[in-house]
């Protein structure tokens, strides 16, 4: 049995679902938005969780459970700002709590590892292993500050969070993308107020997105009408083309040696292409890759299918 723990929004799920169902496989689903409404018990003794739903019933035990594909981050790091109530706040970190606790099948294979996938969300983790895998990096500071600016020089600074944040706001959604700033402009920022990631601005660039699927990957580059785009593409994602792209061979392995390092199954890497070098910005553990299925026609779903049934 294959078990897979995500979002019923998730459509890089539905994609593997459909996969597994081509192939005859067996699966069962654990949604945690939905969770709430059946019931649903994990004896981490026994190991063993038993789902009871209107619509469907399952248990899964240690001896039928081959591997696990976990979609879920290992923290729900939000702020409701009023949107929820405190009780469906908790409940919703609760949830998350429960999906990373399904750890006790550690027999099984997993894509990812909450374990591993809370080590690797760290930002300057990532790029720590990047840097001694050989990958090039842009010069990197941490600090609620820009005192040090002599690795630095005097180009424009990208602008990061160190962790993934996502404020809920009225009716919609506020996160922190990169920013592009002038090394004036920190000083008079209201960031000085947190420790934030500052990077030498890479520019000109060509955002490459690679997906890692054990060892195999699926190159992507990201434009908007054949060039490169400034600052952070996601603020641009509507006009963004995404397009196969012949990556190095040397360099796909070394983002498939970065996922291993990593001790993950997958991950979404981000690279920037600037004057012939290959910088590594971020790898995502958990990160989205349905659209390049329709887009690039890199078959990610049946990597990750192959991967879930292998071993």
Known sequence: MVLLVANSRDFATDYVVAELLRRGQKYERLDLDLASEDRVSLDPIRRQLRVDGKDHSFTVSESDLQSVLFRAPTHLRESSAGRYEPDKLLARHQWAAFARSLMVFDHARWMNHPKSTYAAENKPF???IASKLGFEAPETIIANCNQDRNSMGENRVAVKALDTFLLRVEDGDAFFYTQLLGVGELESSSLQQMPFIQQNAIEPKVDLRVT???????????????????????????AAE????DLPASVGQRCVDLVSE???AFGAIDLALCRDKFYFLEVNPTGEWAW????TGGRIDRAIADWLLSG
Not at 242 to 245: C, Q, S
Not at 292 to 295: A, D, G, N, R
């Open 292 to 295: 390049l299925l329709e887009t």
């Open 212 to 238: 890692v699927v054990g060892n195999r990957f699926f190159p992507a580059s990201v434009t908007r009408e054949g060039r490169g785009i400034e600052g952070d593409w996601r603020l641009a994602k509507d």
């Open 126 to 128: 990532q790029l720590s």
């Open 242 to 245: 995404f397009m196969p792209y």
């Open 262 to 264: 990593l001790g993950l």
